[in-house]
């Protein structure tokens, strides 16, 4: 099982980025899959979850009206678009796939660095 994020980097506030996570290895269209992200000194936070059937999505409060989870089943890849981004954003993102128990997580990626800063 891997999985690779790409897309991060520096933007200023409310600017966008897309995040992705390249999966292999497994059956990704099995399996809901989330992104957790990790600020420097704190502990990790869940920001979304995709379910498989019928992509039902969601969000944390933090996130909520400005980030969209997505999936490609075809591409066996996760998706996560970053709108109106603020400085508080800034954190270390993972993807994460679920595992057989709701919201706990049996495979990360290395993660992709998000940097809100003017």
């Known amino acids: 099982v891997q999985l690779v994020e790409s897309g991060g980097g520096m933007v200023q506030p409310g600017g966008s980025l897309r995040l992705s996570c390249a999966t292999s290895?497994?059956?990704?269209?099995?399996?809901?899959m989330a992104w957790v992200r990790q600020a420097p000194g704190k502990g990790p936070e869940w920001v979304s979850e995709?379910?498989?059937?019928?992509?039902?999505?969601y969000y944390a409060d933090s996130v909520k009206g400005r980030f969209t989870i997505s999936r490609d089943n075809a591409k066996n890849t996760l998706y996560l678009q970053m709108n109106s981004l603020k400085p508080e954003d800034t954190a270390l993102y993972y993807c994460?796939?679920?595992?057989?128990?709701?919201?706990?997580?049996?495979?990360w990626g290395q993660g992709t660095q998000v940097t809100v800063s003017s």
């Open positions: 995709i379910r498989t059937a019928g992509g039902t999505t």
């Open positions: 290895g497994f059956t990704f269209n099995n399996y809901n």
């Open positions: 994460a796939r679920e595992s057989s128990r709701p919201y706990e997580y049996d495979y």
